[in-house]
Nanobody, 122 residues
Framework: QVQLVESGGGLVQAGGSLRLSCQAS????????MFWYRQAPGKQRELVAA???????NYADSVKGRFTISRDNAKKTVYLQMNSLKPEDTAVYYC????????????????WGQGTQVTVSS
């Protein structure tokens, strides 16, 4: 069983910063790509940032230059540093990771966290 647990969400004023964390635990052989998604009320879930196992990164245009994704492989943790936050960044943020576990070691499986609320006030 693999679990992803996010933390670090909250309420912040526009222009402020937050740092989200997502730690993986359980029966893990290897973690591949890791992602941050977000879903605002009434909207579809969208990809915010991605990081490969070798730490190559990619960002949605709406967050480029403001958000930074990083990872600590020893801690099985992915981070999202969010600066210059805007009201339109308000959403539930979810982490996602591709994981190989002992039950099927040759296959990558995608796992989701439970989400953490980020609210940016104007």
């Amino acid at each position: 069983q693999v679990q992803l647990v996010e933390s670090g969400g909250g309420l912040v004023q526009a222009g402020g910063s937050l740092r989200l964390s997502c730690q993986a635990s359980g029966s893990i052989l290897r973690i591949g790509d890791m992602f941050w998604y977000r879903q605002a009320p009434g909207k579809q879930r969208e990809l915010v940032a991605a990081i490969t196992a070798s730490s190559s990164t990619n960002y949605a245009d709406s967050v480029k230059g403001r958000f930074t994704i990083s990872r600590d492989n020893a801690k099985k943790t992915v981070y999202l540093q969010m600066n210059s936050l805007k009201p339109e960044d308000t959403a539930v943020y979810y982490c996602n990771a591709d994981v190989r576990d002992p039950s099927d070691p040759g296959r990558w499986k995608g796992y989701w966290g439970q989400g953490t609320q980020v609210t940016v006030s104007s």
